[in-house]
């Protein structure tokens, strides 16, 4: 399925709950040397910085980890889907 890449920041997409930037990566299962870059659209579809990685990639699901491209954290792809937690 094609993706459409566009230049420049977004508002559209989903961030990270620690930094709020919208890139991310996963490792590769079989190569864990390679990573592949992405950003998450508000619908949850999955928008990956290269289209040669799109067809490359394995899918990813709500359980899949991922990280954080700016910052420490990581989780899986479901936390991106959270409301943003309670500060007590
Ligand atoms: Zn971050």
């Known amino acids: 399925m094609p993706v459409e890449i566009h ?6 997409r989903r961030v990270c709950p620690q930094c ?25 579809k999955v928008l990956f910085e290269s289209p040669t990685d799109e067809r490359d990639c394995p899918s990813v699901t709500p359980g ?6 700016t910052c420490p954290w990581f989780g899986v792809m479901a936390d991106l889907f959270q409301p943003a937690p309670r500060v007590p």
């Open 7 to 12: 230049p420049g920041p977004l508002p559209d």
């Open 20 to 44: 709020k930037q919208s890139a991310f990566f996963i490792f590769d299962p079989v190569d864990e040397k390679r990573i592949y870059k992405f950003s998450v659209a508000l619908s949850g």
């Open 64 to 69: 899949t980890e991922i990280h954080c491209a």
